[in-house]
């Protein structure tokens, strides 16, 4: 049973760089053609893609967050990370890190961790 965990700050100020970790037990995140996704849900919206990092390291992210968006990934820990820079309180969601194995659709997430951007 693959298992996703979100950890970081539930508070972030505006201009500052939002930053969460993932940490997956139940099988690893270097498994082939797995890829490992961000997504949120900002209040009374959908859900909403942010990016992945795939099996071999590599990255995609959304074309309207690509320019303040960074996922990188600690192999020896089972874990991978957001960075979100310069956010706003448009930025205010709920996190959630979530598994493709390769099919386009998500079959396990994490519990979400909400992020609240606010001076």
């Known amino acids: 049973q693959v298992q996703l965990q979100e950890s970081g700050p539930g508070l972030v100020k505006p201009s500052q760089t939002l930053s969460l970790t993932c940490t997956v037990s139940?099988?690893?995140?270097?498994?082939?053609?797995?890829?490992w996704s961000w997504i949120r849900q900002s209040p009374g919206k959908g859900l909403e893609w942010i990016g992945h990092?795939?099996?071999?390291?590599?990255?995609l992210y959304s074309p309207s967050l690509q320019s303040r968006t960074s996922i990188s990934r600690d192999t020896s820990k089972n874990q991978f990370t957001l960075q979100l820079t310069s956010v706003t309180p448009e930025d205010t969601a709920v996190y959630y890190c979530?598994?493709?194995?390769?099919?386009?659709?998500?079959?396990?997430w994490g519990q979400g961790t909400q992020v609240t951007v606010s001076s």
């Open positions: 990092i795939r099996y071999s390291g590599s990255t």
């Open positions: 139940g099988g690893s995140i270097t498994t082939a053609y797995h890829y």
């Open positions: 979530a598994r493709d194995p390769g099919s386009s659709a998500v079959d396990y």
